[in-house]
Every structure is written in C-alpha cells, then in structure tokens.
C-alpha cells in the first residue's frame, strides 16, 4: 500500500479512470444526505472526495464522522464530475476522487481556529503555529524562502564560494546588540557568548586563505524585537579576500537578481543605485531612504542666516520639504506632534493656497527674497527644520516618510535598491560619553582619513555600504581593516585600552600580524528580503517559528525557568532584578 498516488492538487481530467489513493486533511466537508462531499487538502491544493452510500457503505460510515482537520486516506476512482458540478476555480475542478474506502488516519480537536482565516490573532498564531502554517500563506512563504536561499546558494558556489561551518558557542562579536550567554558546566562561572555574526570568523578565514567564504548564517542578538528585528536572523554572510568594494557589491547585486529570477520575477536593474551617506541624510533625511518617491529636502541655511525669524537665523542647519497639497491646521498639528516625537521643539511652516497666498505664523518675519526661495506651486506647503544636521535630519526624514505613505506619494510598482556609501567610522554616543562604531570595530577606515583618527574621529569617513530596498535595510559591509597597528588605533578612540583589546579581540591582533590579506564583505539580512519579497509587513511571516513581540516562543512556552539541580549544576544562582518587559530576567553572582 502506498499512502498516496499524487497529492491533493495534482488530478487533472487526464487521470479519469484512473484508480488512486490521495491522503490530506479534511477541510470543508458537505453531507447531502447520503452523498457526502469532503474537500482533501494539502499544501498543493484541494481534491474533492465524494463517498456514496450505495457504492461503499463502510466509507459511507466514515465519512460521517469526520471533522475539520482530520487526517484521511481515501481510495477509488478518479472520475469527471457532472458538468454542473465542474469548479473552474480549481485547477482540479473537473475531477472527484469517487471513494470505495475512506480511513480516518488521524483525529483532530475542534480547532482554535480556521485554517486560513485572516482574522487571527498573532500570538494565537504563533501559540497554534503547526494550524498557522498549515495555512496557505505560511506555506507560501516559507517555499518562498526556500526558494530563494538555494538561489543564493547555487549562485554564491557558481562563483567560487565556500560554504564554511562557523561555531555557535564562541567569544562576544560586537555588532552593537548584548549578548545571548550560555553557561559552561565543566567551567563553572564562565560563559560562550551566541554570536551576533560570523563576522570575527569569516576575517579569519581569509587570513587562512579560503579566499572566498558565504554560509547562512544563524545571528543571535539580544535587542528589542521590532517589525525587521527578532533575536534570532539569518543572514547571506559573505567574506571576499583582495575585494575593492565594489567587487563586493557587484556579487551581492547578483544575489539579489538571481533571488529574483528564482521566483520568476523580473531582476532589478545592475548596478544599483549608491549614494554616499551625507548625500541620503541631507536629501533624504535617513540612511535608508525610500527613494520610490521624490519629496527631497532643500537646504536654506545660507537663505536665513540673515533672517529675521530668529530661530532661522541662529540655527547650525535649516532645511525645507516642500509638500504638494495644501495642509490644513489639523494635518499641521498632526505632523507637528510626530516632529516632536522625533525630537523637534515645533514645526515652522508656510502654507501656499490654490491662489499662492501665503498662510504662516512666520511669513511676517521672512523677507520677500526669503519667501521667493520658498514659494512653490499653489496649494502646497513648506515644513520647515532648523538646529543641528542630526536632529533636522531626523524630524525632515521621519515626517517625508510618513507624508509620502499618507499622500499617496509611493508608487508600489517601483523597486529602489541602494547602496549607502562612505558612512562616518564613529558616532559619538551621549549615553556613554564616548565615541562608537557606527557600524563594528572592525570597518575599514577610508585611506586618506586615516591621519585624522585621533585628532578628528567624527571626521573620518569609513569604507562601509549599507543596502537599502525600498526603505528597509538590508545589510551592511565594509571593506575591513586589516593592519593590525590601524586596528589597534581605532580601539583606542573607542577608548577600548590595549589591555582590554588584547583580552577580547588578541586573537584578531594576533591573526593580523601573521599575513592578513586585505578583505571586506557583507551580511545580507535574509528575514527581510523574504518578508519583503512576500509583500509581509514583517519578518515574522517569514520565519516558521519567530518570537513574539514580547521575547516569548508561544507554543513551546521558551524563554523557562530551570530546575534548581540544573542550576546548581551550572554554577548559577539566580537573583531578582526585577521584571524586564514583563519576564524574569537572571545574572550570576
Ligand atoms: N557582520 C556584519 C553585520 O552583521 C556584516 C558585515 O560587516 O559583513 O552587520
């Protein structure tokens, strides 16, 4: 006996005749007193069985008493439905499975939800998540991601890649996150840090001379979960020995289109778009701009150094986005209090109606040479941001993302990939009053810049790229430094002392000196090109078993607490710190 001769969605009119076995799950099922029709699923799509008294009795019995979601076997002959009864929505509408047997397999509970229905809650989802991706959205993504993860890697081994194991229990890798710790038992009191990236390992191993490596790679970071954030991603890691970057954007554009063309898609255009990142800041207000509209910001600093609008006048940066409408007060409150979110003390504006007059708390203090610069068409408005570069940046790029989303300004059919450029090596962080990476310790520093390092470290520019679709990051690289003395200097500005860098990274230094060649590369965020290639709004939908906004893995119940012998065992006491977000959390003592 064989379970089944095709699947579910496979009879066609040309199997009529045929004598078959299909197996599946019961979805819908109809009993018309006597004839009982029940719809056989699988992933590939539905069967219809009909089971009729007369012709089998025992199936007949049966098929009463199945229920939604039970497990079924049903033989017999494929027959052609009665042409009223033909379904052209179903690619097997012209055909029923006419049953001569019918097992119940398997049982199921009544269901805490339909399969398929869209109306779930996401944490019942994720508590029932075998029912969730029985559904058909969650097979169709998580196909789509298979599809696309043996795309990246036909393609990467094409071009000489090697696919290189990296170990799970290993040192701290910073990447700016904290770290997911696991206890050692045979040493008591010391920990594995989970890494948060190959990338220590994959620099290595072009000082081993694999020359070539990618894996995907399981990265493990102890972060607030967001919409493209979970604690656990994948990533297309890539590592290229005697890169120039663009030797290393050219294979990561390949990647993509050969994603792409995988899914019968037509690939985005080679090479992408780059733009240096002080270009997509001042223009666009972000390091990841959705370029699939226009709305660019102008610079007016030079405009209102002399003017009387005093907040102008003494402001570092004053920039503009020039709206194409006409806002009302109530949209301008609206948009005021998102700019304040952002950090904004107001928003200063200028409204043109439909015959160019202007309506502005401020107009009477800009001079007419001023308001020319501003004056766009009529019926569209002008919002205003003045103070630092950062802060104008951050109110201008927040409110041109939400007005594009709101206005309509998105055109959906478009594709905007991007290559951020020439990102600074450091930011200098309030918090812990001292300068950090921007990207990792590890980036290169642009060559010319090198001699500014201890004198000007906010100056100097780095040999990073980050990639953007369509708003979202996808990844970030950078050639890296592969000088030992260099890495060392840049430890120093991080205020990292050469005690400490000996203690964390000795190993990198060491490798360093024993013939290093120059390398970069780059960790493509898989979760995110998949939830976007699947047109999800976030990664969850792409990922079979994702955590829960809250941390929490709904149906296994994970993050637990540990039996005492466990913990003894591993040298741990564990003592209150307090709820964190609504969990327990532990140290050692
Ligand atoms: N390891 C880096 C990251 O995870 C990527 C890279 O620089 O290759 O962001």
Same mark, same amino acid.
């Given at each position: 006996?064989?379970?089944?001769?095709?699947?579910? $969605?496979?009879?066609?009119?040309?199997?009529?005749?045929?004598?078959?076995?299909?197996?599946?799950?019961?979805?819908?099922?109809?009993?018309?007193?006597?004839?009982?029709?029940?719809?056989?699923?699988?992933?590939? $799509?539905?069967?219809?069985?009909?089971?009729?008294? %007369?012709?089998?009795?025992?199936?007949?019995?049966?098929?009463?008493?199945?229920?939604? %979601?039970?497990?079924?076997?049903?033989?017999?002959?494929?027959?052609?439905?009665?042409?009223?009864?033909?379904?052209?929505?179903?690619?097997? &509408? /012209?055909?029923?499975?006419?049953?001569?047997?019918?097992?119940?397999?398997?049982?199921?509970?009544?269901?805490?939800?339909?399969?398929?229905?869209?109306?779930?809650?996401?944490?019942?989802?994720?508590?029932?998540?075998?029912?969730?991706?029985?559904?058909?959205?969650?097979?169709?993504?998580?196909?789509?991601?298979?599809?696309?993860?043996?795309?990246?890697?036909?393609?990467?081994?094409?071009?000489?890649?090697?696919?290189?194991?990296?170990?799970?229990? =290993?040192?701290?890798?910073? %990447?700016?996150?904290?770290?997911?710790?696991?206890?050692?038992?045979?040493?008591?009191?010391?920990?594995?840090?989970?890494?948060?990236?190959?990338?220590?390992?994959?620099?290595?191993?072009?000082?081993?001379?694999?020359?070539?490596?990618?894996?995907?790679?399981?990265?493990?970071?102890?972060?607030?979960?967001?919409?493209?954030?979970?604690?656990?991603?994948?990533?297309?890691?890539?590592?290229?020995?005697?890169?120039?970057?663009?030797?290393?954007?050219?294979?990561?554009?390949?990647?993509?289109?050969?994603?792409?063309?995988?899914?019968?898609?037509?690939?985005?255009?080679?090479?992408?778009?780059?733009?240096?990142?002080?270009?997509?800041?001042?223009?666009?207000?972000?390091?990841?701009?959705?370029?699939?509209?226009?709305?660019?910001?102008?610079?007016?600093?030079?405009? =209102?150094?002399?003017?009387?609008?005093?907040?102008?006048?003494?402001? =570092?940066?004053?920039?503009?986005?020039?709206?194409?409408? /006409?806002?009302?007060?109530?949209?301008?409150?609206?948009?005021?209090?998102?700019?304040?979110?952002?950090?904004?003390?107001?928003?200063?504006?200028?409204?043109?109606?439909?015959?160019?007059?202007?309506?502005?708390?401020?107009?009477?203090?800009?001079?007419?040479?001023?308001?020319?610069?501003?004056? &766009?068409?009529?019926?569209?408005?002008?919002?205003?941001?003045?103070?630092?570069?950062?802060?104008?940046?951050?109110?201008?790029?927040?409110?041109?993302?939400?007005?594009?989303?709101?206005?309509?300004?998105?055109?959906?059919?478009?594709?905007?990939?991007?290559?951020?450029?020439?990102?600074?090596?450091?930011?200098?962080?309030?918090?812990?009053?001292?300068?950090?990476?921007?990207?990792?310790?590890?980036?290169?520093?642009?060559?010319?810049?090198?001699?500014?390092?201890?004198?000007?470290?906010?100056?100097?520019?780095?040999?990073?790229?980050?990639?953007?679709?369509?708003?979202?990051?996808?990844?970030?690289?950078?050639?890296?430094?592969?000088?030992?003395?260099?890495?060392?200097?840049?430890?120093?500005?991080?205020?990292?002392?050469?005690?400490?860098?000996?203690?964390?990274?000795?190993?990198?230094?060491?490798?360093?000196?024993? &013939?290093?060649?120059?390398?970069?590369?780059?960790?493509?965020?898989?979760?995110?090109?998949?939830?976007?290639?699947?047109?999800?709004?976030?990664?969850?939908?792409?990922?079979?078993?994702?955590?829960?906004?809250? &941390?929490?893995?709904?149906?296994?119940?994970?993050?637990?607490?540990?039996?005492?012998?466990?913990?003894? /065992?591993?040298?741990?006491?564990?003592?209150?710190?307090?709820?964190?977000?609504?969990?327990?959390?532990?140290? =050692?003592?």
């Amino acid at each position: 006996m064989s379970w089944r001769d095709l699947m579910c $969605g496979e009879p066609r009119s040309a199997d009529i005749g045929k004598r078959l076995s299909l197996a599946g799950w019961a979805g819908r099922r109809r009993d018309h007193g006597g004839l009982v029709f029940i719809d056989l699923r699988d992933h590939t $799509g539905i069967c219809q069985v009909v089971v009729n008294p %007369e012709h089998s009795p025992e199936a007949a019995e049966a098929a009463h008493a199945v229920r939604a %979601e039970f497990v079924l076997r049903a033989e017999g002959e494929l027959v052609a439905r009665a042409p009223d009864a033909v379904n052209p929505g179903l690619p097997t &509408g /012209e055909v029923e499975l006419q049953a001569d047997s019918l097992e119940i397999v398997s049982r199921s509970e009544a269901l805490p939800f339909q399969i398929d229905d869209e109306g779930v809650e996401e944490e019942t989802r994720l508590r029932y998540r075998y029912l969730d991706i029985r559904g058909e959205r969650m097979q169709r993504n998580l196909r789509l991601g298979a599809t696309v993860i043996s795309a990246f890697r036909r393609y990467m081994e094409s071009l000489g890649f090697v696919d290189v194991w990296t170990p799970m229990l =290993t040192k701290a890798t910073p %990447e700016g996150a904290r770290d997911f710790v696991v206890p050692v038992r045979l040493q008591p009191g010391k920990f594995f840090a989970l890494p948060q990236s190959p990338q220590l390992f994959k620099q290595v191993l072009m000082v081993a001379g694999m020359d070539r490596y990618y894996q995907i790679a399981t990265c493990i970071r102890d972060e607030d979960l967001r919409a493209d954030r979970q604690f656990e991603h994948r990533q297309l890691d890539v590592e290229m020995a005697f890169p120039t970057r663009e030797d290393v954007w050219e294979v990561i554009e390949g990647a993509v289109r050969g994603a792409f063309e995988a899914l019968g898609r037509e690939p985005p255009a080679q090479p992408f778009r780059r733009m240096p990142w002080q270009e997509a800041k001042a223009r666009y207000g972000s390091d990841k701009p959705d370029l699939r509209f226009d709305l660019e910001i102008s610079d007016a600093t030079e405009t =209102t150094r002399e003017s009387e609008f005093k907040i102008f006048a003494d402001a =570092t940066c004053v920039r503009f986005l020039r709206v194409p409408q /006409e806002l009302s007060r109530a949209e301008l409150d609206r948009l005021e209090e998102r700019a304040k979110q952002w950090g904004g003390k107001g928003l200063a504006y200028l409204v043109f109606d439909e015959e160019g007059e202007v309506r502005s708390p401020i107009a009477k203090f800009l001079s007419e040479e001023e308001l020319a610069v501003f004056r &766009g068409e009529p019926a569209s408005t002008v919002l205003f941001g003045a103070g630092e570069p950062e802060l104008v940046a951050r109110v201008l790029g927040a409110l041109r993302q939400q007005l594009g989303r709101e206005l309509g300004l998105i055109d959906e059919e478009r594709d905007e990939f991007l290559w951020v450029t020439d990102f600074p090596l450091f930011e200098w962080s309030e918090e812990e009053g001292r300068w950090v990476s921007e990207h990792h310790p590890f980036t290169g520093v642009r060559p010319e810049d090198e001699e500014l390092l201890e004198s000007d470290p906010g100056a100097v520019v780095s040999q990073s790229y980050d990639l953007v679709w369509n708003g979202w990051e996808l990844g970030s690289g950078s050639i890296r430094i592969h000088r030992q003395e260099l890495q060392e200097r840049v430890f120093r500005v991080l205020g990292i002392s050469d005690e400490q860098a000996q203690a964390r990274f000795g190993f990198l230094l060491e490798v360093m000196r024993m &013939g290093a060649p120059p390398h970069g590369g780059f960790g493509f965020g898989v979760d995110r090109f998949l939830a976007l290639l699947a047109g999800e709004p976030n990664i969850r939908e792409v990922i079979a078993f994702p955590k829960a906004a809250s &941390g929490s893995e709904p149906m296994t119940g994970a993050p637990t607490t540990l039996p005492d012998e466990q913990l003894t /065992e591993l040298g741990i006491r564990v003592v209150d710190v307090g709820q964190r977000k609504g969990h327990t959390s532990w140290s =050692t003592q």
